[in-house]
Nanobody, 128 residues
């Protein structure tokens, strides 16, 4: 069992920056990658970014590339998402996710079914 807890969300204005963190506990040694997804009202949950825990390779959704940065601290079992130049379209509930699967191709980490544990989600609201 792996438990994920997100922190750091809130209300910001367009153009501002905000950081999210995800703390993992439990059987974290079984984890291969972690990711962030988000879900806006009335929309499906979509991929944001992912990081491979060994090596630190990353992959981003096109909509956030160049603005968001994902990182991990294996010693602390945490994953962070630094969000810059936020836009109202970034408003959503952001979810932390964890996967035990190892893929050579990072594109597999962009799909929800790759992940077997999820956090409760945290609200990010960007006002215009």
């Amino acid at each position: 069992q792996v438990h994920l807890v997100e922190s750091g969300g809130g209300l910001v204005q367009a153009g501002d920056s905000l950081g999210l963190s995800c703390k993992a506990s439990g059987r974290t040694f079984t984890r291969a990658a972690m990711g962030w997804f988000r879900q806006a009202p009335g929309k499906e949950r979509e991929f944001v970014a992912a990081v491979v825990l060994r090596g630190g390779a990353t992959v981003y959704a096109d909509s956030v590339k160049g603005r968001f940065t994902i990182s991990r601290d294996n010693a602390e079992n945490t994953m962070n998402l630094t969000m810059n130049s936020l836009e109202p379209e970034d408003t959503a509930v952001y979810y932390c996710a964890s996967s035990s699967l190892t893929y050579p191709n990072l594109r597999y980490y962009q799909t929800r079914r790759t992940y077997d544990y999820w956090g409760q989600g945290i609200q990010v609201t960007v006002s215009s």
